[in-house]
């Protein structure tokens, strides 16, 4: 099963940029869509940003504007690029996959910090 590795995350100021980037262990043309997830604390972990293997993007409502989602098939990589973070941007980033078998695969997460 291919595996998922996030990197990227870290401390910053409220207004500055991150970049995060999820690894996978094989082809993401195996997957039929790949997306980052979030998950504050004491909060449901909730969609960021989406892509599917056409391209098709969607984010949420909260990121949009802010957040784009890409990928690089040479790198089996997804990035998740962070602009104008906020304070409430903080929480751990999961990035995740669904086969066309319908079977998801999670990344361990990394933390991300923003600071007032």
């Known amino acids: 099963q291919v595996q998922l590795v996030e990197s990227g995350g870290g401390l910053v100021q409220a207004g500055g940029s991150l970049r995060l980037s999820c690894a996978a262990s094989?082809?993401?043309?195996?997957?039929?869509?790949m997306a980052w997830h979030r998950q504050a604390p004491g909060k449901q972990r909730e969609l960021v940003a989406a892509?599917?293997?056409?391209?098709?993007?969607n984010y949420a409502d909260s990121v949009k504007g802010r957040f784009t989602i890409s990928r690089d098939y040479g790198k089996n990589t997804v990035y998740l690029q962070m602009n104008s973070l906020k304070p409430e941007d903080t929480a751990v980033y999961y990035c995740?996959?669904?086969?066309?078998?319908?079977?998801?695969?999670w990344g361990q997460g990394t933390q991300v910090t923003v600071s007032s």
């Open positions: 094989g082809s993401i043309l195996s997957f039929n869509a």
């Open positions: 892509i599917t293997r056409v391209g098709t993007t």
């Open positions: 995740y996959a669904i086969a066309y078998s319908g079977s998801p695969t």
